[in-house]
């Protein structure tokens, strides 16, 4: 069993930046890709970034050249440093992990990003 807790969220301007954690817990030994998602009100919820076990990364063409998805050499944490924030940056943003046999994924509770002036 995997936990996700995610944090750093909250209101930012247009223009400001932010950067999510998200810290797993339980055997993180089985994890291998793990993934944000963010869902808009009245929207399906959408990839984001990605990270393999290795640290190949993968991004939304929305998102591209603003935010970065890394993780720390423990493998314990995911972050996500969002830059250049816009309105339609505005979602629940969820962790997601994978396990390396793809047998099992794990999603977190999700924190509120608000980009507004």
């Known amino acids: 069993q995997v936990q996700l807790v995610e944090s750093g969220g909250g209101l930012v301007q247009p223009g400001g930046s932010l950067r999510l954690s998200c810290a797993a817990s339980?055997?993180?030994?089985?994890?291998?890709?793990m993934t944000w998602y963010r869902q808009a009100p009245e929207k399906q919820r959408e990839l984001v970034a990605t990270i393999t076990h290795g640290g190949s990364t993968n991004y939304a063409d929305s998102v591209k050249g603003r935010f970065a998805i890394s993780r720390d050499n423990a493998k314990t944490t995911v972050y996500l440093q969002m830059n250049s924030l816009k309105p339609e940056d505005t979602a629940v943003y969820y962790c997601?992990?994978?396990?390396?046999?793809?047998?099992?994924?794990?999603w977190g509770q999700g924190t509120q990003v608000t980009v507004s002036s």
């Open positions: 997601h992990a994978l396990e390396r046999d793809y047998s099992r994924d794990y």
């Open positions: 339980g055997s993180i030994f089985s994890i291998g890709i």
